[in-house]
């Protein structure tokens, strides 16, 4: 790490030098910009993912088809804070003991000295910029930014909020809560951190960037400007497809998970599912819609031909599948999150990579991507070959962990599911895209689940230390 740092402090100043020479506005520099841009909560309710009829997101749709489109990618860990602690450090929340919302990174022993992915960009000649959420709301890291929208300590701009609340009817429902509002999208803090992100994209700059710039909607609560809920009529809404005897193959930590007499209960109750539905089609239309302005601002700046694109959500979200809400499970509705990549030169438009691949795997690919030196701490794999040829062999699963000790495999065709105590599930998507099937006790199956247990992690760090009262619920 000291020697990283120490290179790079040359290369620094060698670069500098460089830029001093350069005409203004003329981008920069041998090596590419990085946009780093992140939904939160996002499924793969995507247009181009399929995920489900009706949705609606022109933008990443022509963002993925400008590049490589990953359609099977997993995140480290169902939950904003572990999913994204382990995307910038590169290291597993089963290494790191982040499994959950309230432990802050830089409190967990393995990874408080990490040099995160916006860190490592800045320490080889990059100017590190950030606006909205990257890393999770109560732990910003200042350490990876020269600068941060709106603030250094605060990573989003406030959004409206409805006079009277909730919207949805169910009493003491906090956050999770939807409806349209009548203001206008200028009011809402993403359109703000877009337009953040747009500005510096208009600006010339002497160095190259890593610009980081994080959506926060479809996170909860889904309030939305109304024409966004106009765009989805409750009419033409499609509700997924429940089996309702799903859980009873399920193991009982499983089945724990999916918490069936909590959200899931309260939205039937209060006939809310269809709304619920409505509302997060709505924000994730709000959200691509933010995409498009920062797109359509590279596109029209100096760094259109310069840029590699990276867009992510960090982890997905049930909506009654399994009988769950939110995320907080390792079935493919919570695990599966969107990934596309666009880098000059490399990928070529229309790419679909079917191969699983994690989050974790961005670090070692962007750093690979613009010429940095390769980091053995990072426990991803660069995923250039994917991007220069999506067919290419992949024999590496996607992992993700829940919790200690319980963890799901991702390869192409099977999801398997080890919880702490040692009972299973698995899945054959080739038969059985929904999960509905468990064939984890059948006999014939025990080959498929050996190949797979040898990607567990081997270990399961004890957890992080952790600060009660923040961090949840955003
Ligand atoms: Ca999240
Ligand atoms: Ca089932």
Redesign the pocket.
């Known amino acids: 790490m000291t020697q990283d740092l120490q290179i790079s402090r040359r290369e620094f100043i060698g670069t500098l030098g460089t830029a001093a020479l350069a005409p203004a506005f003329r981008p920069a520099p041998a090596r590419p910009n990085v946009l780093f841009i992140a939904i939160?909560?996002l499924n793969d309710w995507v247009g181009c993912l399929g995920g489900h009829p009706g949705t609606k997101t022109p933008h990443l749709d022509r963002l993925a088809g400008r590049g490589v489109l990953f359609t099977n990618a997993h995140c480290p860990a169902p939950?904003?804070n572990p999913?994204?602690a382990a995307l910038m450090t590169g290291v597993r929340p089963s290494t790191s003991g982040v499994y959950t919302n309230n432990q802050p990174m830089r409190k967990s022993p393995a990874i408080r000295d990490a040099v995160t992915l916006a860190q490592y960009f800045m320490a080889h000649g990059y100017r590190s910029q950030g606006g909205g959420?990257i890393f999770?709301g109560s732990f910003p890291d200042k350490e990876s930014w020269h600068e941060y929208f709106p603030s250094q300590s605060r990573n989003k701009p406030a959004d409206p909020v409805p006079e009277k609340m909730p919207l949805n009817g169910i009493p003491e429902t906090a956050h999770f809560d939807w409806g349209p509002l009548d203001v206008e999208d200028s009011q809402m803090g993403d359109t703000k951190v877009a337009d953040w992100a747009a500005g510096e994209l208009a600006k010339p700059h002497s160095q190259p960037f890593f610009m980081a710039c994080g959506i926060f909607r479809p996170?909860l609560p889904w309030y939305v400007p109304r024409k966004y809920f106009d765009l989805h009529p409750l009419e033409g809404v499609t509700l997924p497809n429940v089996k309702d005897d799903d859980l009873d193959d399920v193991p009982p930590i499983g089945r724990k998970f999916a918490k069936a007499d909590g959200d899931h209960r309260k939205v039937l109750e209060h006939k809310q599912w269809r709304n619920a539905v409505q509302a997060y089609l709505a924000s994730i239309t709000f959200a691509d819609a933010c995409v498009g302005r920062v797109i359509d601002a590279l596109d029209h700046s100096a760094y259109a031909e310069n840029t590699v694109v990276v867009l992510w959500?960090?982890?997905g979200w049930h909506l009654g599948e399994k009988l769950h809400w939110r995320?907080f499970a390792l079935w493919e509705e919570a695990t599966h999150n969107v990934l596309m990549a666009v880098a000059p030169g490399v990928t070529a438009p229309g790419g679909r990579c079917d191969r699983p691949v994690n989050l974790m795997d961005m670090y070692p690919t962007l750093i690979g991507l613009c010429g940095l030196p390769p980091r053995k701490e990072l426990e991803g794999v660069s995923l250039l070959p994917l991007l220069k040829d999506p067919k290419s062999e992949w024999p590496r699963p996607a992992v993700t962990t829940y919790l200690r000790g319980n963890h799901s495999v991702r390869s192409e065709r099977w999801r398997y599911i080890r919880y702490s105590d040692g009972t299973e599930e698995l899945y054959d998507h080739q038969s059985d895209e929904l999960e509905w099937h468990n064939l984890a006790g059948k006999p014939d199956y025990a080959g498929v689940k050996a190949e797979l247990s040898r990607w567990l992690p081997k270990t399961n760090a004890p957890d992080s230390i952790v600060e009660k009262g923040r961090g949840e619920g955003?």
Do not use: A, V
């Open positions: 939160d909560d939950l904003c999913s994204r959420k999770h996170h959500s960090d982890h995320k955003e």
